[in-house]
């Protein structure tokens, strides 16, 4: 993607390549590699957005293992989040994977929610604000979640969410 530093498969001429990589024996394969790493953290991009495979995203959260392993995060635009209750099915969903690890997993889990103005323009900030005021509820106070923003070209999406969810912003130093 233009706005960010990660790679992602262009979005024509690439589906057999996208659909590949998608497939339950691929996926299997995956998990394998990251669990024989024996990393201390995780981070599934999916060189755009993971979460158009939820499946897959749960899937990875519940089975990847490594006694080393401390935080699992999964990064995405929140364009789930259209409807507050869009917002809590998702976040549920990711939850339930993480809560299903074995209970001798220590690994924290972590949403980095991709806020910029790339993703302003596309689908506003409106999923983000739905996602975000779950984290004022108990029931997702295992989960954590911060922002993640390109702030190029004096970008204001960051105190635009700000000011939507009632917030103040310091200054940055």
Known sequence: CDHCN????????????????HTMDTQTRLLTFVNQLHAWKVVLSGGGEPLIEPVMVERFIEQVRSERLEEIEVIT???????????????????????????TSHAKFSLRLSVDWFHQRAMGLLPIEHILRLFDTP???????????????????????????????????
């Open 139 to 173: 029931e997702f106070a295992d989960v954590h979640c911060y922002i993640r923003s390109v702030l190029l070209l004096e970008d204001s999406t960051i105190q635009g969410l700000a000011t939507a969810l009632g917030a103040h912003l310091s200054s940055l130093a």
């Open 6 to 21: 990660f790679a992602s498969l262009p979005a024509s001429g690439a589906q057999n390549e996208r659909d590949a990589f």
């Open 77 to 103: 635009s929140g364009f789930w989040g259209k409807t507050p209750g869009a917002a809590r099915k998702m976040l549920t969903h990711l939850a339930h994977a993480y809560r299903r690890r074995p209970s």
